[in-house]
């Protein structure tokens, strides 16, 4: 099956500052999506990026297909940001597959 | 905007006893997706659904979980006969057919077995 992996597995930022969280995959894909799991473990998703560029407010995402790698940058970090940030890859109709998750903590 | 529902947010059961999590999925939509996370690990795919059948399932779902679509609404997971090790958090997905590929999430429910 697709492999996926994400760097780093852990972050910790000051407000304010900026971030870049990677997800590599093994194989050709055709679904992309980025989470974020709140400390009540709920996952909020925030991009469906397979290919392409898109922005809402301070985040956005990039994926490059034939590079098989997605970024998923914050700017300028608030601590509502902390939590794990999941990426998740499928291919047609199948299933998803996830990653391990970065686990972002912003501190005040 | 149309999202995925899932109850209870939270069940506590007791090992042995059967478990019934239920979700309703986005109205137009016709696959369907349990998934299940443990405590610290990533979140892992268990079952997805389509036109009234299971269209693919991972080892994880063995003869003690089955779903279902008992009316036009809602989709359930079963747990038979609960195990220490299936607490998790629960998640159900939907997906439009056509349409395209992006999975919506449900809030998921938390299972624990004591």
């Known amino acids: 099956g697709i492999q996926v992996e994400q760097s780093p597995p852990d972050l910790i930022l000051q407000e304010g500052a900026n971030s870049t969280l990677r997800c590599n995959f093994s194989d050709s894909v055709n679904n992309l999506q980025w989470f974020h799991q709140n400390p009540w473990g709920q996952l909020i998703n925030l991009f469906y990026i397979p290919s392409g560029t898109k922005q809402n407010g301070r985040l956005s995402a990039t994926t490059v297909a034939t590079e098989r790698y997605s970024l998923l940058y914050i700017s300028s970090s608030q601590t509502t940001d902390s939590g794990v940030y999941f990426c998740a890859v499928g291919n047609g109709y199948s299933t998803l597959t996830f990653g391990k998750g970065t686990m972002l903590l912003v501190s005040p | 905007e149309p999202e995925v529902t899932q109850t209870p947010s939270h069940q506590v059961t007791q090992m042995g006893q059967e478990v019934i999590l239920r979700c309703v999925p986005i109205?137009?939509?016709?696959?369907f997706y349990w998934y299940r996370q443990i405590l610290g690990q990533k979140v892992e795919f268990l079952v997805s659904?389509?036109?009234?059948?299971?269209?693919?399932k991972s080892e994880i779902f063995d003869d003690q979980f089955s779903v279902e679509r008992p009316d036009g609404s809602n989709f359930t997971l079963k747990i038979r006969s609960t195990k220490l090790e299936d607490s998790a958090m629960y998640f159900c997905?939907?997906?439009?057919?056509?349409?395209?590929?992006?999975?919506?999430f449900g809030p998921g429910t938390r299972l624990t077995v004591l």
């Open positions: 659904f389509y036109n009234n059948e299971i269209s693919e």
């Open positions: 109205s137009n939509h016709l696959y």
């Open positions: 997905a939907s997906r439009e057919v056509p349409g395209g590929n992006e999975q919506f």
